[in-house]
């Protein structure tokens, strides 16, 4: 058997048991907010609060991240944090992309006229 000596780190079985019971009242939590029937931006809040502490504690303790270099952390946690960062700021700039469009060209050329509607 390999030992802490020969560099192999022995980590508590005790701390993959606690992430799994609280993986399981994450899951629990998150499945209560469609149960009570919460709407809007809590709900959806709430479900991506609970999934992203869901995946950090999938990634720092099953995947050994906590344990790792800070090099190799910033190496995987750095690119998803960059891409929510871009979609972000690209839901932004269409929102005042629209806004634009809207006060330059007016509202009805954006809108479908319905069948039958007057001119």
């Not at 800070?70 to 929510?84: D, E, K, M, T």
């Not at 700021?89 to 330059?104: C, I, M």
Request: glycine share 8%; proline share 4%; hydrophobic share 60%.
């Amino acid at each position: 058997m390999a030992t802490a000596s020969e560099g192999h780190q022995q980590h508590p079985l005790a701390i993959y048991l606690w992430v799994w019971v609280l993986l399981f009242v994450l899951s629990a939590f998150s499945y209560m907010v469609d149960y009570i029937g919460l709407q809007g931006y809590l709900r959806w809040s709430l479900i991506l609060i609970f999934m992203l502490a869901k995946a950090g504690f999938i990634i720092a303790v099953f995947m050994h991240m906590a344990w790792e270099r800070i090099a190799l952390i910033y190496a995987i946690l750095g690119p998803p944090v960059l891409l929510l960062f871009a979609i972000g700021f690209f839901a932004l700039e269409g929102d005042y992309t629209l806004l634009t469009r809207l006060d330059f060209f007016g509202e009805t050329t954006f809108v479908p006229s319905h069948p039958g509607e007057a001119h």
